[in-house]
Each structure stands twice: as C-alpha cells, then as structure tokens.
C-alpha cells in the first residue's frame, strides 16, 4: 500500500521560514514525478512546485523565490522549503506522487501565517 505522509507544518509568522517533508512508502519512490499542491479554505487545489524523477523542477509563478522544492531519493523523501512567509501562503498543504505506477496523495498538513 502506498503510502504519503507530510509532516513540518505549522504556525509561522509573516516573513519566517518553515520546511515540509513528505515521506513515501510502499512504492519505488524514484519511478514517481512529486508535488506540492495547497488548498485555502474555500479554494481549489493548486500547484505549488513539481520535480520531476530526474530532479527537474517547475514553479507556479507566485511562489518562484520563496519555495524550492528538492527530494532525496535514499530517503524517499521529497521537500519543500518555504521561505519569506506572506499571509496569503496559509492553506493545507499536500504532497503528490504521479507516475506510471499510479497517482497518490498525502493527507495534508496545515500551514498557518501569522503574526
């Protein structure tokens, strides 16, 4: 069974920084394209940050800067580390595992920014 699970979430204050980590299990976690998607409340889904399984990543424009997506394939971890922290950023953030195997999804963790 696979499985994703997220951790590192939070409350941070406008400006911090806050890293997200996302373990996966059950699969060959090299074979997969991973992702960070955030949903406000009240809002879609959306993409956050892609890497591919060759490490090519890609940004939705309104994080390009601030977030950087990396993985390590030993640890069958991927990342996200969130810098310069705006309000605007708060939402539950999801991890995603796309590839021939399949598409999977964490259950979510909450990230707070806030003075």
């Known amino acids: 069974q696979v499985q994703l699970v997220e951790s590192g979430g939070g409350l941070v204050q406008p400006g911090g920084s806050l890293r997200l980590s996302c373990a996966v299990s059950?699969?060959?976690?090299?074979?997969?394209?991973m992702g960070w998607y955030r949903q406000a409340p009240g809002k879609q889904r959306d993409m956050v940050a892609t890497?591919?399984?060759?490490?090519?990543?890609n940004y939705v424009d309104f994080v390009k800067g601030r977030l950087t997506i990396s993985k390590d394939n030993a640890k069958n971890t991927v990342y996200l580390q969130m810098n310069s922290q705006k309000p605007e950023d708060t939402a539950v953030y999801y991890c995603?595992?796309?590839?021939?195997?399949?598409?999977?999804w964490g259950q979510g963790t909450q990230v707070t920014v806030s003075s």
């Open positions: 890497i591919t399984s060759g490490g090519t990543t």
């Open positions: 059950g699969t060959i976690f090299s074979l997969y394209a």
């Open positions: 995603n595992a796309n590839g021939a195997l399949g598409n999977h």
